[in-house]
């Protein structure tokens, strides 16, 4: 591979050339990336990278400088120049000095930039240069770095594969920027995670990993201290030193100094948020294990208290705003109109549960408010009997949702959507109509969609298409989700087995199925519906 040297002094600029161009398609690698002129040369001289490509204006020593010492040192170096319009004249400037092309910053597309760097290879193959090997055994690239590092700290931290003396060797013979002197461990995770990756149309998260460890790798490195590790997708675990450092309040300073300055930069390049658990301070490798945990626990507050926070042992969270949400809900004008007085009195009942619930652990939580969403959805159902109340679903919303806030958030808008519709009745065509009416007469028979098609005297793929076109779902959908309506009120109106029900809603006697359906329309299992609708309260008569 063709090893190439990047240096621009803007982090976000370098970072995003690096992370964003497929190298590999052009024989190329970076193998380096520097803030300014000195250490770009300083780099240079000692490993002779065959392109540069660097910015003018930067501190220490400007791209002009730089150039001119590379084209002194080596006329092979393919030169390439990282410019914006206002220094367009310095740019052509810098071309007398041999340089290839340049590439202009925040305005040049991908396309433009990977013709410049197709012609970057093809002059390094006319000078009969070829792209050299691989590197051999005993050679670690940055990346394999990264992969060593994860495996070694899981391997000490979590499997105990490696003692805390074997761990501090590691750490000294790789020069980690880490000593044992007062340690502290800061758990970070990526808020809203999933919609990360859709942005980025990154279905993996590869790009975003490699990207994430190239930011806190610079980070670690302009404040002199601490390494970064990934954990899992959402999760890294970032490691500081504070040798220097005496005072409790000093280091606590510090370490938000580095965890708002990573904010800062995850905004900026990602538009996104980051979470922060803080660990206590202490010294010694073999203390890691219990820094770690300090720093997972105190990140648990994100549940409660939303994204883009940092968190630390014993604060407590404020449940005020999520109290603000709840008293949305039970204060909604719209949603009283269509429940009875008896009904209103249930959810006020439901809601002063929860609230008091708020304070205990995360699942009972989300199972709760699952329970919530689904007694509001059913109820608002059969009292007004609008379809589109059926058709509509949050589940995969509140599934994607890695907080309460936004939970409660996603709530309230679906409150808002049902309410708003079911004062006006869906307009269904004459054939759906008649469909959904055969489906509500027959749906625990074993009825299929050439069924329902013969009924109303369609063809099996023009009924199909008119379900997706009016109601926005597959008739399997539709079919489903008004058994699954059905089986709640046989599990909370009788004591009939779960596996009974789902025959006598329609499904097969295969209870895998129904269970899975069920989970995919509530959120919940059937015994998990049942158990905790049977513990809710409930308004007398």
Not at 52 to 66: A, H, S
Request: proline letters at 3%; hydrophobic letters at 40%.
């Amino acid at each position: 591979m063709f090893r190439v040297m990047i240096v621009e002094d803007e982090m976000l600029v370098r970072l995003g050339l690096k992370n964003s161009v497929d190298w590999a398609k052009f024989d190329m690698e970076v193998v380096a990336d520097f803030p300014d002129g000195q250490a770009a040369w300083e780099y240079y001289q000692r490993e002779k990278p065959d392109v540069v490509i660097t910015d003018i204006r930067m501190p220490k020593m400007d791209g002009m400088e730089l150039i001119a010492n590379v084209r002194r040192a080596d006329k092979g170096t393919r030169l390439v120049v990282l410019s914006c319009l206002e220094e367009f004249d310095l740019a052509r400037k810098a071309m007398q000095h041999g340089v290839s092309s340049y590439i202009l910053k925040l305005t040049m597309t991908e396309e433009e930039i990977e013709t410049v760097l197709e012609e970057v290879r093809r002059e390094l193959l006319a000078q009969g240069r070829s792209a050299p090997a691989e590197e051999g055994v005993g050679t670690l690239t940055r990346q394999n770095m990264d992969l060593l590092k994860e495996k070694v700290l899981k391997d000490f931290l979590f499997y105990n594969i490696f003692s805390a003396e074997e761990f501090e060797l590691f750490v000294a013979r790789n020069g980690l920027r880490l000593t044992p002197i007062r340690l502290v461990a800061c758990v970070m995770e990526i808020d809203r995670f999933p919609k990360l990756k859709e942005k980025f149309r990154d279905e993996h998260g590869h790009l975003i990993k490699m990207t994430l460890l190239n930011i806190l790798a610079e980070i670690t490195s302009v404040h002199k201290r601490g390494e970064s590790f990934p954990l899992d997708e959402t999760r890294y675990l970032l490691l500081f030193h504070f040798e220097d450092m005496h005072s409790e309040q000093t280091v606590m300073q510090e370490t938000r100094v580095i965890l708002n300055h990573v904010q800062e930069v995850i905004r900026t390049y990602f538009n996104g948020s980051v979470s922060f658990g803080v660990s206590g301070i202490q010294s010694g490798f073999k203390s890691l294990p219990k820094l770690y945990a300090e720093a997972g626990k105190a990140l648990e507050r994100k549940f409660w208290t939303g994204p883009g926070h940092l968190h630390q042992p014993g604060q407590t969270a404020d449940h005020a705003p999520l109290s603000a949400l709840l008293s949305r809900i039970r204060r909604s004008p719209e949603l009283r109109a269509l429940l009875s007085p008896m009904k209103q009195k249930e959810l006020d009942q439901f809601l002063d549960v929860f609230e008091a619930t708020l304070s205990e652990e995360r699942k009972s939580i989300e199972i709760m408010l699952y329970q919530l969403v689904q007694w509001i959805s059913t109820n608002v159902y059969d009292d007004n009997q609008n379809e589109w109340t059926l058709l509509v679903s949050i589940t995969d919303k509140l599934e994607q949702c890695d907080n309460l806030p936004e939970m409660l958030e996603q709530t309230v808008t679906f409150l808002e959507d049902i309410t708003a519709q079911a004062s006006s009745h869906m307009h269904m065509s004459s054939e759906i109509t008649k469909a959904i009416q055969y489906i509500k007469r027959h749906y625990a028979e074993n009825i299929s969609l050439q069924t329902v098609a013969d009924h109303v005297n369609l063809s099996l793929s023009y009924l199909s298409n008119l379900f997706k076109k009016e109601l926005q779902i597959s008739f399997v959908d539709y079919l489903n989700r008004y058994r699954i309506e059905r089986a709640k009120e046989l599990l909370i109106g009788t004591q009939m087995k779960s596996y009974d029900i789902a025959v006598q809603v329609g499904f097969s006697p295969e209870y895998t199925y129904f269970s899975k359906v069920f989970k995919k329309v509530t959120g919940l299992n059937p015994n998990e519906y049942r158990r905790q609708w049977m513990s809710a309260p409930r308004s007398e008569t």
